[in-house]
């Protein structure tokens, strides 16, 4: 059983769609992380929040953690082919204070 | 250019044959991490170093070595590897080993894709 479960598991979409991702748990979060991985490339750091209710916005990506730092979401604004690959969660589980990742989204945008 | 690199980035091995994964950053990194990735289940640490000498198990530390003898490498050994350890291995260094801040970003390397046969 995975600490953070990310949903979904798969997402393919047109280019200029809109879409969410999600990375959820029953633990409580310190803080938590969103990732970018390209193929044949290691995981590359997007945000880190660490309030309960947080919204950071990069450009077309806007992250939100849950007001009860249970849960996180990624929405894309007006997805492009760039954006494609694997989105990955990490957290900082309060008790016990791990650190684990969550399973990934793999994201495929079509031109 | 702050860097993490691994050593070699592609092998194909036999069962037993005992081999080792280089890791090396530049970025003087107290945190090191050895995970690895397999399909459906993500990122499982295998292995973390907190500094200089000082190293811990993560979730899957079971078949694996390391060690920590200067502040920039962190080796990964497989004593005698099993086809069960065919997986793409990551390394990642970062200033701390929390969550809070730009100190906690984790710097990945390229990966390391092993198969044994």
């Known amino acids: 059983t995975q600490l953070l479960e990310q949903s979904p598991q798969f997402l393919s979409i047109q280019e200029g769609e809109n879409l969410t991702v999600y990375c959820n748990s029953s633990?409580?979060?310190?803080?938590l992380q969103w990732y970018r991985q390209e193929p044949g490339e290691g995981p590359v750091l997007l945000v880190t929040?660490?309030?309960?209710?947080e919204v950071k916005k990069l450009k077309r990506l806007t992250f939100q953690f849950g007001d009860a730092r249970k849960d996180s979401s990624l929405h894309i604004t007006a997805a492009q082919t760039g954006d494609t690959g694997l989105y990955l969660c990490?957290?900082?589980?309060?008790?016990?204070?791990?650190?684990?990742f969550g399973a990934g989204t793999i994201l495929r945008v079509k031109s | 250019e702050a860097q993490v690199t691994q050593n070699p980035r592609y092998l194909i091995t036999v069962t037993g044959k005992k081999l080792t994964v280089t890791c090396s950053q530049n970025?003087?990194?107290?945190?090191m991490s050895w995970y690895r990735q397999d399909p459906g289940l993500g990122l499982r640490q295998i292995y973390y170093s907190m500094n200089v000498e000082v190293t811990d198990k993560g979730d899957v530390p079971e078949g694996y070595k390391v060690s920590r003898k200067e502040k920039r490498n962190f080796p990964l050994i497989l004593e005698s590897p099993s086809p069960n350890q065919t997986s793409l291995y990551f390394c990642?260094?970062?200033?701390?080993?929390?969550?809070?801040?730009?100190?906690?970003?984790?710097?990945f390397g390229p990966g390391t894709r092993l198969t044994v046969l």
């Open positions: 929040v660490v309030t309960g209710g």
């Open positions: 990490r957290g900082l589980r309060e008790y016990g204070n791990k650190l684990v």
């Open positions: 970025m003087n990194h107290e945190y």
């Open positions: 633990s409580v979060f310190s803080s």
């Open positions: 990642a260094s970062s200033l701390r080993s929390g969550l809070a801040g730009e100190g906690d970003t984790q710097y």
